[in-house]
């Protein structure tokens, strides 16, 4: 088992990151929001989880292990595989998987490529019991709405790309008016950026 990997960025797809690994380019299949975190030659370090099926191996990668959590237990619902997972990590954080889960909130599942109604009641049954409660300290009662699972993922990349928390902080404040009612993660995180290199 990979748990994660560390490596210079050697290359970058629409759907995955070739990392340096002690002179190996390892591929990694990753979502649009992690690939948008990671830049050709800098060093990046992702959570990662090995598929291996019979007539190949692949490893996928992911920002952090909450997203890698979700992504592999997803997969333990009858239906679902690697693809899908993938799929669901890239549309929904992994508070909104809980959440969505948790309310047996089937609308919100079906925004996921490859998964229809009867799919979205499945995953519902079958991981209701097990999927754990949001981990974004929100209390009962309070609207989901106060929730911004955006904030936490551009604060993640940019930290994962070598800034401060301090500096983070301040670029998730300064592109904050943007993120709208359907925040667009890697856009926000790319106006984020800017943000620090015009500082």
Do not use: N, Y
Not at 12 to 35: N, Y
Not at 42 to 49: G, K, Y
Request: aromatic content about 4%.
């Amino acid at each position: 088992m990979i748990a994660f990997v560390r490596g210079d960025v050697a290359a970058l797809t629409l759907t995955s990151a070739v990392l340096d690994v002690g002179g190996i380019g390892l591929e990694l299949m990753c979502t649009p929001g992690t690939l948008a975190t990671l830049r050709v030659g800098s060093v990046a370090t992702l959570s990662s989880s090995m598929v291996v099926r019979e007539d190949s191996l692949t490893v996928f990668g992911f920002l952090d292990d909450d997203e890698k959590q979700v992504f592999e237990l997803v997969q333990t619902a009858s239906g679902v595989g690697p693809k899908v997972a993938q799929a669901m990590v890239a549309v929904l954080s992994p508070d909104d998987v809980r959440t969505a889960v948790a309310s047996e909130d089937v609308k919100t599942l079906t925004r996921v490529p490859g998964i229809g109604q009867k799919g979205a009641q499945r995953i519902i049954l079958e991981l209701k019991d097990r999927i754990g409660a949001p981990t974004g300290a929100r209390l009962a009662g309070q609207p989901a709405a106060a929730a911004a699972p955006w904030r936490d993922q551009v604060h993640l990349g940019l930290v994962g790309l070598g800034w401060s928390a301090k500096e983070a902080d301040r670029a998730v404040e300064a592109v904050s008016p943007d993120a709208g009612r359907d925040p667009d993660v890697p856009a926000l995180l790319r106006a984020a950026l800017r943000t620090l290199s015009k500082a």
